[in-house]
């Protein structure tokens, strides 16, 4: 009970409230803040209301004294989607940092991602951005560590789950759900037999955050709490660059899904039984 | 979806300004920035259309109990109850107090 009064929830605070939490007190410091009224032109053209940063918050900083770029997502705007504007922002943060690096300074990278994929409002804009991200984390994490945050609870899915993939190093919580396709689209795609969207307990079992870490597919699994995260998160940082990428390892998880029998109905334990294996 | 325009009179500018709330579900997002002395301006982008007297009615009962200050109000709001607004509202007149 204690425990519970002492703890400062990480998924309860929105996404610039997240990047003050992680960055050293007073090093807080968002470039193209709201007060600069950089909007998507696109949504109030098809009668949806926009949001002053469009919700991504750009804030540079220092975590334990170490010179970092947060880029935070909304998650209650817009299911936290990607479009022209929110998407340029942060390649251009991730762009900024490793041109950071090519000039001796050594800005890393946290990525905060609460994100359904690629706004459809703003389609091939979306997509093209998403496109630029996965280019910058690929460029930046020659240098230094790109961390990947899915808290929840919208969590991480279509284009922005390959960026999640393409991070050194991705934390999740229990509230956590990463996937490519979200629940709703795969049960329209398998119907309702083979997956019950509204089913809480089934999706968290195959997406959620402790089924991803036990998979391999996360390298960190903390409590939703902000001192926790930080610690988790501060770690990473110091620890450098991991020995390999994951998404240097696809043909150890192609070969891993090739040896599956898709016949019967895949458990959560199937998966992780697949993926633990002997690990590369 | 609708955009509406509000002026009240006001008292001086603030030093400072202020950002609350989100574009989420039943929210509403306010930036305030200093304006010109005398005047309040509030601009609103909404979701819900038809909806002006009820924002007026809101403003006006805001503003009789105490003269606010000058500034530029912009109001992006995504179905929030009044009194939702009137909260954000107080917030965002607080934040600009702390700065």
Known sequence: MTDLLNRHSFVELGARQRAKALLDTGSYRELIDPFQRVMSPWLSRQGVVPQADDGVVIAKGTLDGLPLVIAAIEGNFQGGSLGEVGGAKIAGALELAAEDNRNGVPTRAVLLLETGGVRLQEANLGLAAIADIHAAIVDLRQYQPVIGVVAGSVGCFGGMSIAAGLCSYLLVTREARLGLNGPQVIEQEAGLEEYDSRDRPFIWSLTGGEQRFNSGLADRYVADDVAQIRQQISQLLQQGLPAAQRSRQADYYLARLAALDAAPQIEPATVRDLYQGERP | ?99
């Open chain 2, 1 to 99: 979806m609708e955009t509406l325009s509000f002026e009240f009179p006001a008292g001086q500018p603030p030093k400072g300004r202020a950002l609350v709330g989100c574009v989420g579900s039943g929210d509403l997002e306010v930036l305030l920035e200093p304006g010109t002395a005398g005047t309040l301006s509030i601009q609103v982008q909404t979701s819900v259309n038809g909806a002006e007297q009820r924002w007026q009615h809101l403003f006006q009962r805001l503003f009789q109990e105490q003269t606010p200050p000058a500034l530029n109000i912009q109001i992006h709001d995504f179905g929030a109850t009044p009194g939702v607004v009137r909260l954000r509202l107080e917030q965002g007149f607080e934040e600009l107090g702390h700065d």
